[in-house]
């Protein structure tokens, strides 16, 4: 693991002689891909992230790794057998992350039932041999124990069938170790602000900046790949300032409250909400995730904020089909993710029109483009982008490996001991061995939280983890289930991290104050700043 160490990284682009096959621009899931199968593939590769890892719309996601039933309904057959082969790679793949998730559609037309059920029922038959448990129509009874808290007026009956479910953000600071693990470089904080280009114009490198020390760097590439999800367009002008738009983005708002809205196993799919959308209500992490929406925005941000009108058409959607209802006070977090939707050729009536297959372009100069697609599919765009950039760039031609690859941490959930650490995989061995040779380490973070002080120091060692945000957002996931917690968390979190980072007591109140500002956000009533009162000692 001392491998993916950011400092040792950083000195691989300080060699002068250094010319990359594979230069990518973004650390979300598309470029994360991208990096690992350009690596798996023995090309010189580096991947160059703004921020930290996922930080942007691989973070915020509805934490699904689905076929996509909606697209099945529009007709977009292609992109769901895509998808379902995809969902059942990544389960082989990435088996400590990824699991079956049973979902239930109440029906309260008989109609409805026979309609889902047998659309259903062919989503099943497309999985081929990546199916999974089968689908099976429920009575009225079976309905009301699975989902305790679901409308009783006027239920039918319903719909039980299966998908995935991962964590998002830890998916991708996996992926990250494993593009390392073949041999590649990936770097959070270094920001590309310009393009290289030759005496032809062509793109031949990246002008990079290090957040965290200034130090600018110029490094050259045979291929370099824009894969920067919703800022796509900004990398694009880079190269073209005429360049028009590749991507429309679109706002999805995710509404957490606590398990008990859920009680039990099972995800609750609601297939047609007032806006044509789906809403889902799905258990995650101990809460529930309710969500999501659809709005298209204009200027993409790296902390896009809810709108009040989404959030209320989220809880009054739910509210309509359980009969405890949802209510502002409820909400434990509130997070927005924007989708980088590839533009159609024509204006779409909504983005939930546009379809979620991914586009490559290829720009005059050299510089590939990737964007479109959704986290499902991420391995397939990279499968297909290096395939691109082979042909682009005359790179030796080699296969595609990363079908059979294992996902750093992969380890067999059944054969798990683990407890709150599985997700983790086979890195919860090591951070228990933390544990055994300091104890202190054991200690929990919150009270009502499983997470230990060696998972800070876990993040900081081995996962990148930079700043206090990191760790609370990305690494742990505290902010996006409970924004109150994470606040109360940031002190001690920060203090770890001070301890490892070699920092001073100034850095520990300045992250402290940036994430308590930026916690607040996720919050629906703001709270000052707190201080680690609810540090556990059990």
């Not at 124990?145 to 006027?154: A, D, M, Q, S």
């Not at 390392?180 to 990936?186: H, S």
């Not at 009502?448 to 060692?461: D, F, G, I, L, T």
């Amino acid at each position: 693991m001392s491998n993916f160490n950011r400092s040792q990284l950083v000195k691989e682009l300080e060699r002068e002689e250094n010319v990359w096959d594979v230069i990518v621009i973004g650390g979300g899931a598309t470029g994360l891909g991208v990096a690992v199968d350009a690596a798996s593939r023995g090309f010189k590769t580096v991947l160059l992230e703004q921020s930290d890892f996922a930080k942007g719309t691989s973070s915020r996601s509805t934490k699904l790794v689905h076929g996509g039933v909606r697209y099945l309904a529009q007709g977009d057959v292609s992109l769901v057998y895509e998808a379902l082969h995809e969902r059942g790679l990544l389960i082989k793949n990435a088996p400590h992350l990824v699991s079956e998730q049973p979902f239930i559609i109440p029906n309260y037309s008989w109609w409805n039932k026979m309609f889902y059920g047998l659309g259903l029922k062919v989503y099943d038959w497309m999985a081929g041999r990546y199916r999974l448990q089968k689908t099976s129509l429920l009575d009225k009874e079976t309905v009301a124990r699975l989902l305790p808290n679901v409308r009783k007026k006027g239920l039918k009956g319903g719909v039980e069938y299966f998908d995935g479910q991962f964590d998002d953000a830890r998916l991708a600071v996996n992926i990250a170790q494993t593009c390392v693990e073949q041999g590649g470089v990936v770097l959070n904080y270094m920001k590309v602000d310009g393009l290289v280009k030759n005496h032809q114009g062509e793109v031949a490198g990246v002008l990079a900046l290090d957040v965290e020390t200034g130090r600018k760097y110029k490094l050259h590439a045979k291929a370099v790949v824009n894969a920067t999800g919703v800022f796509v367009n900004n990398v694009l002008q880079m190269d073209a300032p005429s360049q028009q738009p590749l991507v429309r983005p679109s706002q999805g708002v995710h509404v957490v409250v606590n398990r008990s809205f859920l009680d039990g196993e099972n995800a609750l799919m609601l297939p047609k909400t007032p806006d044509g959308r789906v809403l889902f209500a799905v258990p995650w992490h101990g809460h529930v995730l309710l969500g999501t929406t659809d709005t298209p925005l204009e200027n993409p941000s790296l902390e896009p904020t809810a709108l009040e009108a989404e959030i209320d058409f989220i809880l009054q959607t739910a509210g309509q089909y359980l009969e405890r209802k949802p209510t502002r006070k409820d909400v434990l977090s509130v997070f927005a993710g924007l989708r980088p939707l590839a533009a159609p050729l024509k204006n779409a009536s909504s983005t939930k029109e546009i379809s979620r297959s991914h586009k490559l372009l290829v720009a005059k100069s050299g510089l590939i483009t990737i964007t479109g697609g959704k986290w499902t599919t991420y391995r397939k765009m990279a499968e297909d982008t290096i395939d691109k950039a082979i042909a682009v760039a005359g790179l030796p031609r080699r296969s595609c490996v990363t079908a059979n690859l294992q996902i750093h941490g992969a380890i067999n959930k059944k054969n798990n001991i683990f407890g709150s650490l599985s997700i983790y995989g086979a890195d919860a061995e090591e951070i228990n061995l933390l544990i055994a040779d300091n104890p202190e380490l054991g200690v929990k973070l919150h009270k009502e939280y499983p997470y230990m002080y060696a998972e800070v120091v876990w993040a900081v060692r081995h996962e990148m983890a930079r700043t206090v945000e990191d760790v609370l957002a990305r690494r742990l996931r505290v902010l996006f289930l409970n924004a109150k917690a994470a606040i109360e968390m940031a002190p001690q979190v920060a203090a770890l991290m001070a301890a490892e980072l070699g920092t001073d007591e100034e850095w520990q109140q300045k992250q402290v104050d940036v994430f308590t500002a930026l916690a607040n956000n996720y919050l629906l009533e703001p709270l000052k700043k707190m201080a680690p009162a609810a540090v556990s000692q059990d």
